[in-house]
């Protein structure tokens, strides 16, 4: 009987858990499922014989680094500041380590011992990063092994709101972490345009929202996402001129969540007190309001907006013209508004989510210049086994399954870019019907 150990049970972890417990009958595999909160993991195993709870402290080593020893594969979906304390103690008793979020400074820190160790630390195993990654190394590949040299690589990503459950003016639900939503472009963004590098700060890239067409939705707006240039070496992609990696929304979010970050309140550095406080003078803290005015007209006049624009009926919508008392103590503005959007753009039961993924590369093969489409969509069930806990979930669950069956052989810290992760990979996910199709033109 083989063990795995999975840390987090939160919005991404369902589908995972369901593959796992799916295939432990047939694979002899047990699973542990550790997090903080054991009604929320009862939720997610059910009464299975092949999973164990384990309501743990996370940060404490002495409940912890037990789980680690005792298990063969471990899998992590806790927040992403925690999973260094976990990597260290896999290195530690000699664990695998796959995880769905990006690699930090500190695990690339590791990078040597972990290669020496014989291990593998496969970071970016989910959706973006991950099927991402997967997805479009195998059309580079493919590109390249046909004589083609790609000249632009543009790959975009979103997690949505299924046209059929859309009912709010931000055109937006949540259907994963809302911390990371709140959060989401906050360190700005980084890419290569037409030979040149690019560099948009927090506060241009909702302001600078373009357009894209995808198939069968219509027109989604788009943003560049974190770091894009650094994705150049991976994908061995260097000496391209365009390069860029983005997130897809429909385009009224990107123009409402552009006022948020206007108002300062997307803030996670600076607390204040929030007893007493109204929403309304939350969402003023920064302006200098005209008592003339009322709560509409100052903000959009603030904002440079009519009043009775889209915006202002999107901040209507979150509660933030309203006097009502906040009264959540010291809190960051990011924590406000995360508790904020955790309540008014929660998904419904019958709500469905929706994974949008598309890759644009344009090549020249014999003189013949190429743009290819190459675009996956996804819908979800309801809003908890989502397209988004799918997407994230079940590369991680097929990855587990080739490593404890012994098909993979790969050590090292890596992210998903070779053959032999994505195409078993990928091949499995298109029996969860997650497919890409393709168009050139």
Not at 160 to 178: E, G, M, V
Request: proline share 4%; hydrophobic share 40%; aromatic share 8%.
């Amino acid at each position: 009987m083989k063990n795995i150990l999975l840390f987090g049970a939160g919005k991404s972890a369902t589908s995972l858990i369901d593959y796992l417990l799916t295939n432990a009958p047939r694979q002899k595999w047990h699973i542990t499922v550790a997090d903080q909160d054991l009604m929320l993991i009862k939720s997610k195993t059910g009464k299975s014989y092949y999973a164990t709870p384990a309501a743990i402290d996370i940060k404490d080593p002495a409940v912890r680094q037990p789980l680690i020893q005792e298990t063969d594969l471990v899998i992590s979906l806790l927040p992403p500041q925690l999973h260094i304390i976990v990597a260290r103690d896999c290195l530690q008793y000699k664990k695998n380590l796959l995880t769905a979020s990006y690699i930090d400074p500190e695990v690339r820190k590791l990078e040597k011992e972990i290669e020496k160790a014989g291990l593998l630390f496969m970071y970016e195993m989910g959706l973006d990063p991950g099927i991402d990654h997967m997805s479009a190394m195998k059309l580079i590949h493919s590109i390249e092994k046909k004589g083609g040299q790609i000249f632009s690589f543009k790959s975009y990503c979103g997690g949505l709101i299924s046209p059929d459950s859309i009912d709010n003016p931000w055109q937006y639900k949540i259907s994963w972490n809302a911390r990371n939503i709140v959060l989401a472009g906050s360190s700005g963004a980084s890419f290569r345009e037409k030979g040149k590098a690019r560099e948009l700060t927090y506060e241009q890239l909702f302001d600078h929202t373009k357009t894209i067409q995808v198939p069968g939705l219509g027109k989604l707006a788009f943003y560049p996402n974190r770091d894009s240039i650094g994705y150049m070496e991976a994908y061995k992609l260097e000496n391209i001129a365009t390069f860029m990696r983005a997130t897809l929304r429909f385009p009224d979010f990107c123009e409402g969540w552009n006022a948020l970050v206007k108002l300062g309140l997307t803030n996670d550095s600076t607390k204040i007190q929030t007893d007493n406080l109204t929403y309304f003078n939350w969402a003023t803290q920064h302006l200098h309001l005209d008592k003339q005015l009322g709560h509409e007209d100052n903000m959009a006049r603030f904002l440079g907006v009519s009043s009775k624009s889209k915006v202002i009926r999107q901040l209507r919508f979150l509660g933030l013209l309203n006097g009502e008392i906040i009264n959540m103590g010291e809190q960051t503005n990011a924590a406000v508004l995360q508790h904020i959007v955790e309540d008014k753009l929660k998904m419904e039961p019958a709500d469905k989510d929706m994974i949008v993924m598309l890759h644009e590369i344009e090549f020249e093969r014999r003189n013949m210049a190429t743009r290819m489409h190459s675009y996956m969509i996804t819908q979800g069930e309801d809003n908890v086994r989502t397209a988004m806990a799918k997407t994230v979930g079940l590369p991680l669950g097929i990855l587990a399954k080739l490593l404890l069956q012994e098909k993979i052989t790969l050590t090292g810290l890596h992210i998903p870019v070779m053959p032999e992760i994505y195409n078993p990979v990928l091949r499995e996910l298109e029996e969860f019907d997650i497919r890409f199709e393709e168009s050139f033109e």
